[in-house]
């Protein structure tokens, strides 16, 4: 079929087919000159795969484990807002999804579907992302809620004390919809009459005083473990190491936030190195290609998470979509690995790949 979808970039041709630009923009936008949302996805092109061959690969193992919870392959659901503007059944088709490819889905705070509705979608596990906002109460009541709905970790965002500049969603003058799991504790409606909507509610509710001594706070409120994402050096890895974080999870809020942060592949070693291996560490952002996958397992990411595929798949195509879209990037990480001669996750070493840096290393 000359239109049968053989990658997972075509996903975002079709998405933006389908969705209203506003909503479109909104998935798809970064912050300023969008300089880090490009490099996230440049950066994986510079490395280089150095396979090896004559090795036995007629099994291919890529199961794994991450906090006690097997998943089929290294590819997680990294959390994404209100997956309704996407799909009409929004975020329990992407659960849905989730549980059929057996990978743990990171439910967004600002999920247009409450944390209930999820849980009850279908059997599966699942962490929560959460934001702090400056009412602590409601960071309490939804941590809480997660653990008595059966989420397995909560993942905490560290990088959004004020919210980046996107300045599609300003020109757009981008609408926040009332956020489900907020219901009945705060209302996302602002009084802006200019520019976005969603920037001028973020800038109203953001915690900026959230510090590194919060965490002490946020674990005396669950028993859950706690993740941290938006770390991107090694100085904020080993703070997280000290405040008894569970896993990192290296992220740059795929080019939201701060723009020209580095592309978060190429500081991946760098916390991995930092961590020594302690907690798991997880790759967040530029994730399109099953080589992207085995590239950021060769740099020490016991997983990855998907994004903005996951979206663009469900706006294309709903549950099936992304469905596929997992599918497609489990086996073509299926594919890299036998073409590489690693028939397991533990045959995937730092030797099966080159970077900048090692090219300048061998110059010296």
């Not at 849905?96 to 600002?110: D, G, H, Q, V, Y």
């Not at 509705?117 to 997660?146: G, H, M, T």
């Not at 926040?176 to 001028?200: F, H, I, R, W, Y």
């Amino acid at each position: 079929m000359a239109d049968e979808i053989v990658s997972v970039n075509e996903f975002q041709v079709l998405a933006r087919q389908a969705l209203p630009k506003m909503y479109y923009d909104f998935y798809a936008g970064g912050a300023e000159d969008e300089h880090t949302l490009r490099k996230n996805v440049q950066e994986f092109q510079r490395i280089i795969l150095q396979p090896r061959v004559l090795v036995d690969v007629s099994n291919i193992a890529m199961s794994t484990n991450i906090l006690g919870y097997t998943i089929s392959a290294p590819i997680m659901i990294a959390p994404t807002a209100m997956h309704k503007l996407a799909h009409p059944e929004g975020e329990l088709a992407t659960a849905r999804a989730a549980a059929a490819c057996n990978t743990i889905m990171i439910l967004s705070f600002s999920a247009s579907a409450s944390l209930e509705e999820v849980a009850s979608s279908c059997n599966a596990v699942r962490f929560f992302q959460l934001y702090v906002y400056k009412r602590r109460d409601i960071a309490v009541n939804l941590v809480q809620r997660a653990e008595k709905s059966g989420y397995k970790a909560i993942v905490l965002t560290s990088d959004t004390p004020r919210l980046g500049r996107r300045e599609a969603d300003i020109k757009n003058k981008m609408i926040v919809p009332q956020l489900k799991n907020l219901e009945g504790l705060m209302s996302t409606a602002v009084a802006s009459d200019k520019g976005s909507n969603l920037e001028a509610y973020a800038n109203e509710t953001m915690d900026p005083s959230l510090s590194w001594r919060d965490i002490a706070w946020l674990k005396s409120i669950t028993n859950l473990p706690i993740l941290i994402k938006g770390i991107l050096t090694r100085e904020d890895a080993t703070k997280a190491m000290e405040v008894g974080a569970a896993g990192i999870i290296v992220s740059n809020h795929g080019g939201r936030q701060l723009d020209y942060t580095p592309a978060t592949i190429s500081v991946l070693e760098e916390v991995v190195q930092a961590v020594g291996r302690k907690v798991p560490v997880l790759l967040d952002g530029g994730v399109r290609r099953g080589t992207d996958v085995f590239k950021a397992l060769a740099l020490g990411a016991q997983a990855v998470l998907v994004g903005r595929p996951v979206i663009y798949g469900l706006a294309a195509k709903g549950e099936a979509g992304v469905r596929k879209v997992m599918h497609m990037l489990k086996d073509e990480l299926e594919l890299t690995m036998a073409l590489a001669g690693c028939p397991t996750l533990k045959d995937i070493s730092r030797s099966h790949v080159r970077t900048d840096r090692d090219r300048l290393q061998s110059l010296l």
